[in-house]
């Protein structure tokens, strides 16, 4: 199975509004996940909603005491090596640049994240075992 393949499947997925998609192919088993959307209620006879947002709203100032790592590929959060094994970082932490914070499985392989700067942990964002997105902020770190 290609790349092509598999993001045909992931569209359909999205289509269909299915959260999980096993396909088994040449004695080679895929699965597909993702998070369920969040109910929408139908709203029937409505007038046209107004923009949420006006256009002369100044985009919001980022915070720079913080360095959000964000997830860059979807897959499984783990925070620790092993399941019985101490978690990389916790919060209060002291990080060097470079030092794995976490693992995420994506199609069996384990990739390790990484941070990007020196500094402590003052949040993780998301429980070990999670499904995360790309973008997903994993962790909150105080320079």
């Known amino acids: 199975?290609?790349?092509?393949?598999?993001?045909?499947?992931?569209?359909?997925?999205?289509?269909?509004?299915?959260?999980?998609?096993?396909?088994?192919?040449?004695?080679?088993?895929?699965?597909?996940?993702?998070?369920?959307?969040?109910?929408?209620?139908?709203?029937?006879?409505?007038?046209?909603?107004?923009?949420?947002?006006?256009?002369?709203?100044?985009?919001?100032?980022?915070?720079?005491?913080?360095?959000?790592?964000?997830s860059p590929i979807i897959g499984v959060f783990y925070a620790a090596p092993a399941e019985n094994a101490e978690p990389y970082v916790k919060v209060g932490d002291q990080v060097k640049k470079g030092q794995t914070l976490c693992l995420i499985e994506a199609m069996k392989l384990m990739n390790e994240i990484t941070a990007d700067q020196d500094g402590v942990i003052s949040e993780i964002c998301v429980t070990n075992g999670s499904i995360v997105e790309f973008g997903t902020e994993l962790f909150r770190i105080k320079r």
């Open 1 to 70: 199975m290609n790349e092509a393949d598999i993001r045909k499947y992931a569209e359909m997925m999205q289509e269909l509004g299915l959260t999980g998609l096993e396909i088994t192919e040449d004695n080679k088993k895929v699965r597909l996940e993702r998070m369920a959307a969040p109910a929408q209620t139908a709203v029937i006879n409505a007038a046209p909603a107004a923009p949420a947002v006006p256009a002369s709203v100044p985009a919001p100032i980022e915070n720079t005491d913080f360095i959000s790592v964000k």
